[in-house]
């Protein structure tokens, strides 16, 4: 079996473009096919460097999209092709290889994923709902922080009055 | 009887809210009418007429600063005998005593609102979670099949198996 040899035949990555991240994040808050296709590229190759036909297979996707994918990946400098040269015949295989900035952003990308709130349409108008509320009790003298409390305590209350050994009365009279 | 947010602690994951939300069954306008005129004085603003037709009237407690939802019609909530043996009385005070929806109700409400939030599901999760063995599951899945809501139910129970 030949033994791989990883040569860099690419030009130096451009700078990365970090506005165009936050922008995306803003503007795309309920994900970015485009980030997620990326994040899942690096995924496949930052274990095992691998040719763009075994990417195709990897992935399941068409050959044009990941082409498509990999010249942007790598302006961005999240990827590198380095020449894979055998003792084979033929032209040399050029293998994909995740850069440190691309490791790097799969870490990142990893970790949001992790930490994503997830809210749709209605948990928006309940948040702008609960801080006029809190509002109205400014208006009023009323600290919210302090009926924060109280609501805390009677929520415990509550709870605490409620055990294994005490359960909750049920009805009996219907 | 009293459903949403206030319900929780003692079904699932404790998460206080601002309002209060009751539940009632009025079955005519005279004591609809009668029943708002003694929130009047005790200095309750209610900027709509009531009527029986109304799914929510809206209260402003002045005293305390407190909104209150008076629903008529709650979102996967059926006013019968089998809802009303599954009420259970909550201390709210040392002297206050208030019946609050049973679980299974309490988790079909949730799933079957017009405006259901992903907290509301994840309310359910945590009844799911710690009633486990408490719901009475024919009962809940035939209330989730009649609003409709037994696949999403399902989706969840899933998830609160792995929570």
Same mark, same amino acid.
């Given at each position: 079996m030949a033994i791989p040899l990883l040569v860099r035949v690419q030009i130096p990555p451009r700078p990365l473009k970090t506005d165009r991240f936050l922008r995306e994040e803003v503007y795309f808050p309920f994900g970015n096919k485009m980030l997620d296709d990326e994040a899942a590229i690096l995924k496949a190759v930052s274990s095992n460097p691998c040719g763009v036909r075994e990417l195709v297979e990897k992935l399941h996707w068409k050959t044009e999209r990941v082409v498509l994918l990999l010249k942007t990946m790598e302006k961005e400098g999240f990827i590198e092709f380095h020449e894979n040269i055998t003792?084979?015949?033929?032209r040399p295989k050029k293998l994909v290889v995740a850069t440190t900035l691309g490791d790097e952003f799969l870490e990142t990308f990893e970790k949001c994923q992790r930490k994503a709130i997830q809210i749709n349409y209605n948990d928006v108008k309940s948040a702008v709902y609960q801080a006029n509320l809190a509002k109205k009790l400014e208006e009023y003298h009323i600290s919210p922080f302090k009926r924060f409390w109280e609501l805390n305590s009677i929520a415990f209350k509550i709870r605490n009055s409620i055990t294994v050994e005490n359960p909750a009365k049920t009805s009996p009279d219907f | 009887m009293l459903i949403g947010g206030?319900?929780?602690p003692p079904y699932g994951q404790i998460r206080t809210t601002q309002d209060i939300d009751i539940a009632i069954t009025i079955k005519n306008m005279e004591t609809l009418r009668h029943a708002f005129e003694e929130l009047r004085k005790k200095n309750f603003e209610i900027p709509t007429t009531p009527?029986?037709?109304?799914a929510c009237i809206y209260l402003f $407690? +002045?005293?305390?600063v407190v909104d209150v939802e008076i629903w008529q019609r709650p979102d996967g909530v059926t006013f019968d005998k089998q809802l009303l043996q599954k009420r259970t009385r909550l201390p709210?005070?040392?002297d206050l005593l208030a019946w609050a929806i049973g679980p299974e109700d309490f988790i079909i409400n949730k799933l079957a609102r017009? $405006? +259901?939030r992903v907290q509301d599901e994840a309310d359910v999760v945590s009844v799911l979670v710690r009633q486990k063995d408490r719901l009475d599951e024919n009962y809940l899945v035939r209330r989730a099949k009649e609003f409709e809501v037994l696949g999403l139910l399902e989706t969840l129970k899933k998830k609160a198996q792995t929570t």
């Open positions: 003792l084979n015949r033929g | 206030l319900v929780l009527n029986l037709e109304a $407690d +002045r005293e305390n709210l005070a040392e017009k $405006d +259901r």
